[in-house]
C-alpha cells in the first residue's frame, strides 16, 4: 500500500464521520426550531451533508480511486469555509447559552427561542466545534494530498522531459487554464509506463 492510497483512505473516513456527525447536529438543531444556532446548525448542516457526498462520490469513482487524484482546489477552499462555519455557529450558541436569551428580534420581527430539554443543546454545543475540528483536519488532509500529487507530477512531467523531449501533464492532477476571463477545469489523460 502506498501512502497515497492510505492518505485516500483516511480522507474517506473523515468524509463519512463527518457526515454522520453533520446529519446528527442538524437533526438536533431541527429539533429546536433552529433558534437556538439562529439557523447556523441546519444551514452548515444541510451543506457540510451535501458537501460529503459530492466529495465521497468523486472520490469512490473509478479514476480518482485508483489513480488517487485529488479533488479539485474548491473542495479545499468548501471545506475551510465549511470549518470557520461551524466555529461560528459554536460561538453563538455559545453566547445564546451564556446569555439566557428567550427570543430574538429580526428586522422587528421576535423569534422565540424554544426553551426545552439543555441535554440536546449541549449535545449540539459539544458536537459543533468537534464538526469544526475534523472539517479542518480534513481540508488539511486534502490540502496535502494535493500538493503531494502535483509534487509526484511534477516529478513525472520532468523525467518525461529527459527521456522523451515532449510536454506531458499528468494523470489525474487538473490544471486551470483560463478562457474568456472563467476558469474551465481540463484534464488531460496520458499513460505511461515508468521502468
Keep these: 500500500m502506498t501512502s497515497s492510497y492510505s492518505l485516500t483512505r483516511s480522507l474517506i473516513v473523515l468524509h ?30 444541510t451543506l457540510t451533508i451535501a458537501y460529503h457526498i459530492i466529495s465521497l462520490t468523486l472520490i469512490c469513482t473509478r479514476d480518482y480511486y485508483e489513480q488517487e487524484a485529488p479533488l479539485p482546489f474548491a473542495f479545499n477552499a468548501v471545506a475551510y469555509f465549511l470549518s470557520l462555519g461551524w466555529l461560528i455557529t459554536f460561538i453563538v450558541m455559545a453566547v445564546m ?6 427570543g430574538i428580534t429580526v428586522f422587528a420581527h421576535r423569534i422565540p ?3 426545552g430539554s439543555t441535554n440536546p443543546r449541549k449535545l449540539q454545543l459539544l458536537l459543533d466545534p468537534l464538526e ?24 513525472r512531467a520532468a523525467w518525461w522531459d529527459v527521456e522523451n523531449g515532449g510536454n506531458w501533464e499528468p494523470t489525474g492532477v487538473a490544471s486551470v487554464k483560463r478562457s474568456l476571463g472563467s476558469h474551465i477545469l481540463v484534464t488531460r489523460t496520458v499513460r505511461i509506463r515508468c521502468h
Excluded at 469544526?132 to 516529478?155: P, V
Aim: aromatic share 8%.
Design 16 to 45: 463519512s464521520i463527518s457526515a454522520f456527525f453533520a446529519l446528527l447536529v442538524t437533526c438536533l438543531a431541527i429539533g429546536d426550531g433552529g433558534t437556538f444556532s439562529i439557523m447556523l446548525g441546519p444551514i452548515f448542516g
Design 97 to 102: 447559552l451564556a446569555t439566557r436569551v428567550n
Design 113 to 115: 427561542v424554544v426553551v
Design 132 to 155: 469544526s475540528a475534523l472539517m479542518l483536519d480534513l481540508a488539511i488532509r486534502a490540502t496535502f494530498h494535493r500538493q503531494k500529487a502535483q509534487r509526484i507530477g511534477d516529478q
